[in-house]
């Protein structure tokens, strides 16, 4: 029994193969753009089910072959009745039609059931869904060419039940035969182009995960068969209705009007557009499925893939393209892992600097903030709770920084430097990097139970790639840097969890300036001169430290919601 999903994909899949005339294949379920959808879907049904639409598929598409086949063997019978009535439309000949009719029905019925049973392993093969092997990719590759060959079978079987029930007179057999001839080219080429788009779907199964760069069945081939139909086998026809009224076999034109070269330029017309048709969907559909892949690709969509289905140069282009997107895509997946290591306009600037040792001065605003006690919370704890912990954090602070515009340079520890105004310009990089101070003070206050300490400061600094040729990081260097790192120290026991210096406070816009107070002035370690140090006025008052415990529980289920979190509190004696 089948499921309401499988019965709807079912249906689904059978309208498909109703509407789908134009490229009747086993499978009957691949959509207007080749795409491999409709795979996916077919591939998730049963056996029987698959099973069920393979039939299906198969009945249609012999049913069309079949029906190509009689309308050939019809125009074939008409044309020759014409020839030998000297061109009137009339029923009685000397040519032995009966033998003709019949000959023109037997080979139908040989080239439709020799192109059945040629197709039964690659029905076989779809029903059980296995994975193809190299055999079978070139067993897919050559359906058209085997269906050519079961065609011409056909048709030779056709000539020779024709040779063995006329009465052999040799001027009809060879005029028979002339015409059984160029009738067997038309068919043949026509099957070309019919299986050929018919086991698309059956190549797209197959060739999944090929990289074969042969080519079977090229462009100019399928050219070539544009020519014989439409022009070649017409003017044939005409030239061997004419040689043989000159010889005497066939007999001359009766009345005014030459049905037979009427009859000639009628099937040079509808056989020249049927293959036009059939050529122009083989080579503008695997283009236009390209077309569609490349435009979603410039539109910044590099996921797409083009369904490899063509077995000309046109297929190998088809796995080209494809390979050029995997290539894109991992190009891309490693340029957002270096992003995420270096920051997205460090790995702009190493991609246009080709990797050279340089850098500028320039002013910027710097915050370096760093968590108080971290040692001795992460002496006894797993490793990896303290990583939990410390990737908390730094989700606040990344989160924040992002908002203002500025860059993480580097996480050292339990500590982050974050500059603003390089490698990104900004317009006013203090005031950037005070509201961010202020913002990430009350965030990490309000969602983290952790004693940090936040130091601003502003002023040059050395901005630019630092290390060796072989192996560099791009960084900040300068007294600015130094100074926000003891005013995060002293942050740590002052007035606020947050100290900007006087020069951070007086380049920034008078606006925010106002949010800030001056609270202590000092000569921070390792500096010579006085710093006067301000502090957000909504973060003056500290409230007490929470115990370790409580901290370590908090922040794990920050990190780690549910069951998890409660035994990993237990642990805190």
Do not use: C
Request: proline share 4%; net charge negative.
């Amino acid at each position: 029994m089948l499921t309401e999903r499988q019965r709807e994909r079912a249906h689904s899949i059978a309208d498909r193969m109703d509407r789908r005339f134009k490229t009747i294949s086993m499978l009957g379920g691949l959509n207007e753009r080749g795409r491999d959808r409709d795979e996916v879907e077919i591939l998730e049904l049963d056996p029987q089910t698959r099973r069920a639409f393979a039939k299906r598929g198969l009945v249609i598409g012999g049913a069309i072959v079949a029906g190509a086949k009689v309308l050939i063997g019809i125009e074939t019978f008409v044309a020759v009745l014409l020839a030998f009535n000297g061109g009137r439309v009339e029923i009685h000949t000397d040519a032995d039609m009966g033998a003709v009719l019949i000959a023109l029905l037997f080979g139908t019925v040989v080239s439709v059931v020799a192109s059945i049973v040629l197709l039964l392993p690659q029905y076989r093969w779809f029903i059980t869904a296995e994975p193809a092997d190299a055999r079978r990719r070139r067993d897919v590759v050559r359906i058209p060419a085997r269906l050519v060959v079961a065609d011409v079978v056909g048709w030779v079987l056709a000539f020779s039940v024709y040779v063995l029930i006329s009465d052999m007179r040799p001027v009809f057999v060879l005029s028979v035969g002339g015409a059984f001839g160029l009738a067997a080219i038309t068919s043949g080429s026509l099957t070309y182009l019919f299986a050929e788009s018919a086991a698309r779907p059956l190549a797209i199964l197959a060739m999944r995960g090929s990289t074969s760069t042969r080519v079977v069945h090229g462009v100019r081939e399928r050219m070539i068969v544009v020519w014989v139909v439409s022009s070649a086998v017409p003017m044939v026809g005409l030239l061997l209705v004419n040689l043989g009224r000159g010889l005497g076999w066939v007999p001359p034109v009766a009345d005014t009007v030459d049905w037979t070269v009427i009859l000639l330029a009628i099937i040079a017309l509808t056989s020249g557009a049927r293959v036009v048709g059939l050529v122009n969907r083989a080579i503008a559909d695997p283009l236009n499925d390209m077309r569609e892949v490349v435009e979603a690709a410039r539109n910044g969509d590099i996921s797409q893939r083009v369904a490899v289905y063509d077995a000309s140069e046109l297929g190998v282009l088809q796995a080209g393209l494809n390979a050029m997107l995997d290539g894109l895509a991992e190009r891309e997946r490693m340029r957002d892992i270096f992003s995420r290591h270096v920051g997205d306009h460090v790995a702009q600037l190493a991609l246009e600097q080709d990797g050279e040792l340089v850098g500028a001065n320039t002013d910027v605003a710097v915050i370096f903030v760093d968590i108080t006690g971290s040692t001795a919370f992460a002496a006894d704890r797993d490793p990896r709770e303290t990583a939990v912990v410390l990737n908390a954090f730094f989700s606040i602070v990344a989160d924040v920084v992002d908002r203002h515009g500025g860059f993480i340079n580097k996480f050292e520890g339990d500590a982050a430097l974050i500059v603003f105004g390089a490698p990104a310009p900004l317009a006013d990089p203090a005031l950037a990097a005070l509201a961010a101070a202020r913002e990430l003070g009350v965030e990490l206050s309000e969602r983290l139970p952790l004693e940090w300490g936040m130091g601003v400061a502003y002023g040059r600094v050395f901005a630019g790639n630092i290390g060796a040729r072989t192996r560099y990081e791009y960084t900040v260097i300068g007294d600015s840097v130094n100074e926000s790192a003891r005013l995060s120290d002293l942050a740590k026991e002052g007035y606020s969890s947050v100290y900007a210096s006087r020069a951070a406070i007086e380049a920034a816009d008078p606006v925010e300036a106002e949010h800030w107070r001056r609270v202590d002035r000092q000569v921070l370690r390792g500096r010579v001169n006085v710093t006067e140090i301000f502090a957000p006025s909504e973060l003056l008052v500290r409230h007490e430290p929470p115990s370790l415990g409580s901290v370590l529980a908090d922040l794990v289920k920050f990190a780690m919601p549910g069951e998890r979190a409660s035994r990993v509190a237990t642990k805190e004696p």
